[in-house]
Structures are given as C-alpha cells and as structure tokens.
C-alpha cells in the first residue's frame, strides 16, 4: 500500500478498509473460505511510515517500492499517493506482473490514463480504481429509486458539492497543499469530474458532452507550513452535462463555499413521477401525488415548509464503509475472479471528462465526450 500515509491512505484504505476487513475476520467466501488481506506499508518518509504500522500493529512496512514489487508474493499494488506521482508508480507495478488497485484520478491527461489501462490488459494484471461515491448510502438509495422506475422520465440532475477549505493563515486548511497548485497535479476539475463521470455513468447510463467553468476564486493560500503561495489550479468548476435519453446535469463543484444544505454532496434528480435529493447518506423523495402546488406571492410570508414535504427513503439494508465495500468486492474479484467492472478503463473516462471540461473551459464552449476505445 503506498502513500498510505497520506489522508485518503490511512483514513480511507487502511483503517476503514484494510483494517476494518481484518478486524472483522477477512472476506468470507461462499465456499467457506476467507480472504485475508496481508498489508505492506510503503512511504517516503521512514519515520511516518514506520509510525503508521506500529499505530496499528503491523509489522511490515517500507520505503523502498521496487524492492516490495521484487517479492513475488506481494501480489496487489495500491497506490494512493499524490496524483502526479500514480502514472509512474503503477506502471512500474504493472512491468513487475503485479495487480493493480489504486485511487483516482489515475492520470492527470487521457492519453497516460489509457496507457496504463492498456499497459495493463497487455501484461494480463487485474486492475480497479476507487470509484467510492457509487457506494455511498445516499446514491445507493437513489439508485434504487431510478431502478424501480420511481421517476418515471428523469429530466434533469443538479448536483451541489463543496465547503470551504480554510485558507491556512488563520486556520489551517483542510486539505493537502498541492490541491490548489496546478503544477503538482492539483485543482477541483482534475479532482471532481472524474467523480462525476461515475457517478453520472451508474446512475443515469452515460455523458455526451460538457461544458464547463472554472475558477481560482481564492488566489492565495497558506501550505502546510505556514507559507504563502499563490493558487495556480482552479477551486470551483460550474458544469453543465448532457446526458444519454436528453437528460441534463448541473453540478457546481467549489473549496470555495459555505454550507446551507444537508450534506457536503448533494444531487437532485427531478422526473415527470417524482423527485429526489440525495446526499451521502440520506436520499429523500417526493411523488407527484405529494407534490405541493406554490403560487408565487412575495407579499405573504411563505405558507410551505417545503423540506417538511419529502420522505426518507429508508435504509432497509446495513450499509457499510463506500470504500471497504469495493475493496471486498476487488479482493473477491481477484480471488474468485467475481466481476468487477470499474477498471484502469473505466477510471479513463473519469480523467476523459475533467480533461474535456478543462478544454472547454480554455475554450469557452460545449465539447462532445468521445467513446472510449482501447
Ligand atoms: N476517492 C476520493 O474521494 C478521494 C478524495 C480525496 C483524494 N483522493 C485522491 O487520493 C490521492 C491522495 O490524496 P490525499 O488527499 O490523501 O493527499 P495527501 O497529500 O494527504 O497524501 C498524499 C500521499 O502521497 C505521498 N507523497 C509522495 N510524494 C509526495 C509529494 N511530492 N507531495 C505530497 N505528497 C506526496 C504522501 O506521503 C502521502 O502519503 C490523490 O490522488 C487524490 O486525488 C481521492
């Protein structure tokens, strides 16, 4: 596992998945077997790395990556470092015959994206990439709502996602520098529209075209040190997809915004049955039949409690870690060869759309998302 040091690698992969999986006794199989996952801990930093494993008494760590790729039974590579470093990592794992699992964005162009997805099939190395937010509780409620044909024609999708991350003189930011410097492979297009192409793939069938905005609202930032520096990659990115059947979507992206709504993430699907606002975990709906009639009147106080108006969907299942739940379902895949579709390839199209929308936003004007082909 390396860049586990970073926030996503111990949060996110070891603690919540890796561990999390272990602690409960592995993946069980059907057949009655259990799958346990053996983590090597890999890092630059010797002292952190080091640390990390005796924090959650592991043994085995280190600093030297080819020498973990040399070890034939260390069959799985994970890569969670910062972005630009991914490419060469995983193309190193993928020379050495080793499987791949690793976070998103893969690449930070389309070209270097399909090249590992085609590295890959060519040397016969099973692969997959963190597509976390299909496995959240509210998007796989939402989903359920559109299987069951709950909206009947979807219309259209708008999409609210954002904080704000601190600016680092006062009070610390949130998140790691480099996010906001263009050069080390930072910016929200890059980071968020790959997100989008998933989420928007799963839920709705498929994107054809983009247009999109972005912007460096806050132009200077303080890094981890306290240092000034100046943003060089966007904070926010206004986007407009079309969708498959004529659907559209809008999603507003932004480190650059305060919250007045439920979640961090919030998508509302409008149908001609029914609609939907769905978050990270919840997912409320209101049908045609509940629909309330408004009449435009701002001489009169507001006579709706318009949340009020909406049902939870309810749980009716456990739902569990977004990024533990893929992480059994690779492991299985990689055990029992149990399908498992978002690969290099699939994450290609998420690096695909935050490449297109940078383009139109460089270009001003609406650009059409070619299929993909390998
Ligand atoms: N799936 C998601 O929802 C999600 C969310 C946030 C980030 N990510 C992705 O996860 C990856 C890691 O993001 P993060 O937020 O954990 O970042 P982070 O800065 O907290 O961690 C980065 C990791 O890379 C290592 N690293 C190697 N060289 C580095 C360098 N020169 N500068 C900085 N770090 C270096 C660090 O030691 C650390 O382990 C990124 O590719 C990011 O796009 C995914």
Known sequence: MNGVTGRMGTNQHLVRSILAIREQGGVKLPGGDTIWPEPVLVGRNETKVAALAARHGLSRWSTDLEACLAEPELTLYFDAQVTNLRVESVKRAIAAGKDVYCEKPTAESLGEALELARL????????????????????????RLIDSGFFGRILSVRGEFGYWVFEGDWQEAQRPSWNYRKEDGGGIIVDMLCHWRY????????????????????????????????????????????????VIAQINSSWATRVYRDELFVLQVDGTEGSAVAGLRECKAQHRVNTPKPVWNPDVPNPHDFRAQWQDVPDNAVFENAFKVQWEMFLKHLVTGAPFKWDLLEAAKGVQLAELGLESWEQRRWLTVPELVL
């Open 120 to 143: 890959a099939r060519a040397a016969g190395v099973r692969n997959g990439v963190v597509q976390d937010k299909l496995f959240l509780p509210g998007f796989m409620k939402l989903k």
């Open 199 to 246: 989420l928007l793939d799963g839920l709705f069938g498929g994107v054809n075209a983009v247009s999109c905005l972005g912007a460096i609202h806050v132009p200077e930032r303080h890094d981890e040190r306290g240092k000034p520096y100046a943003v060089t990659a966007d904070d926010a990115a206004y986007a407009t997809f079309e969708l498959q059947g004529g």
